[in-house]
């Protein structure tokens, strides 16, 4: 049971977006940055994504005629431009994920704020347009960033687990949406294993790997509820996971009443709802502590 559910357009009984954090080699040059040229591997286990699984997985998202939402850091946007025009001109989202990746809890204050400003006029250069969203890199938001993004008029955050469904995130100076991510929608556990980044997973077969992603898409669909996957294109674009990917999307479409769409139109309907006063969500007051918590 959800508690509160949003009403979805079209009779449709859930929304559903499949949201891509294309981090590429970011990974390794934030986390071994005098040495990274050295590493070969890991470099090329990044570049694997904006190079071969994007393509991959643009080919899918045309062929069944879906728009979804990626999250790209800046640099990344610099160094695959040409990538990110292919996935603009399909008509789907880029949000914002930081400048390279970097872990917003180790980059505070006035660091913070260059690397996100930075980030942001990169995306205006190469995308024309301001982002809407945005992903923290590791969902290491933090309170600064949040008050970032309103300052800079972002419509929605999708880093925080409070709830199942969307929700509202406000704090003495403005209000913008939550779009929950958690863990068990995620493709590190069952499929990271990178030594560098001291993330070293046992490698699942990908039907077992993906198997919790569907039950949680069934928990969500039962309910009325919203399903969302925070993957990887080095990780669940590889050739065989995103088989099975491209099936459960063939097969869900046809047999079940799911919206798929990008993070940015989800927030818009809910708005919408707002505006019309149909539906009020759940709202979260940030920060939730203002220092240091006694103990
Ligand atoms: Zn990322």
Known sequence: ????????PNGAQCACAITFDIDADSLIHVSRPNDSYQRLYPTSMGRYGPTVAIPRILETYRRLGIKQSFFVPGWCLENYSSVMEKILLEGHEIGHHGWIHEDPTNTLGQVQREAFEKALETHKRICGVSPRGYRAPVYNVTPQVIDL??????????????????YVLKTDGGQLFEIPVHWGCDDWPPFAHYEEIGYMMPVR????????FWEEFDAQYEAGGFFMLIVHPFLTGRLARWRIVERWLEETIASKRVWFAPLDE??????????????????????????????
């Open 1 to 8: 049971m959800i508690e509160n559910p949003i009403p979805w």
């Open 149 to 166: 993004l309103i300052e800079n008029g972002f419509i929605y955050e999708s880093s925080l687990m409070g709830d199942d469904i969307p």
């Open 205 to 212: 077969a990908p039907s077992e790997g993906l198997k919790g």
């Open 266 to 295: 989800i927030v818009g309907h809910v708005q919408r709802l707002m505006d019309e006063g149909v539906y009020n969500p759940k709202v979260d007051k940030l920060p939730y502590y203002s220092g240091p918590v006694e103990i």
